[in-house]
């Protein structure tokens, strides 16, 4: 059983900063990829971005690109994500998930955190 706890989420002005942190424990192997959600009130929950636990291989939202970056230290067990110039549309319950990576961009993400919370106020 793979465990995710997030952290690192809280309240801040528009145009500023935060970096949220994954934990990871338990199995997981080389083949795994690591992604990062979210859900704002009354919207469905979408990708932002995925970084594979082995190599270099990233991916982000058009929403986030240039904006967000995702990154993984193996050796802590902790993938983070960066998160600059934040606007208020970025407000939302940000997940952390892994699962196994099946092929291009399709990945079975079979476990996920509780969720961090992020509020962008204007």
């Known amino acids: 059983q793979v465990q995710l706890v997030e952290s690192g989420g809280g309240l801040v002005q528009a145009g500023g900063s935060l970096r949220l942190s994954c934990a990871v424990s338990g199995r997981i192997f080389s083949s795994y990829e690591m992604g990062w959600f979210r859900q704002a009130p009354g919207k469905e929950r979408e990708f932002v971005a995925r970084i594979k636990w082995t190599g270099s291989s990233t991916n982000y939202a058009d929403s986030v690109k240039g904006r967000f970056t995702i990154s993984r230290d193996n050796a802590k067990n902790t993938v983070y994500l960066q998160m600059n110039s934040l606007k208020p549309e970025d407000t939302a319950v940000y997940y952390c998930?892994?699962?196994?990576?099946?092929?291009?961009?399709?990945?079975?993400?079979?476990?996920w955190g509780q969720g961090t919370q992020v509020t962008v106020s204007s």
């Open positions: 998930a892994a699962g196994p990576w099946l092929g291009g961009t399709d990945t079975a993400y079979d476990y």
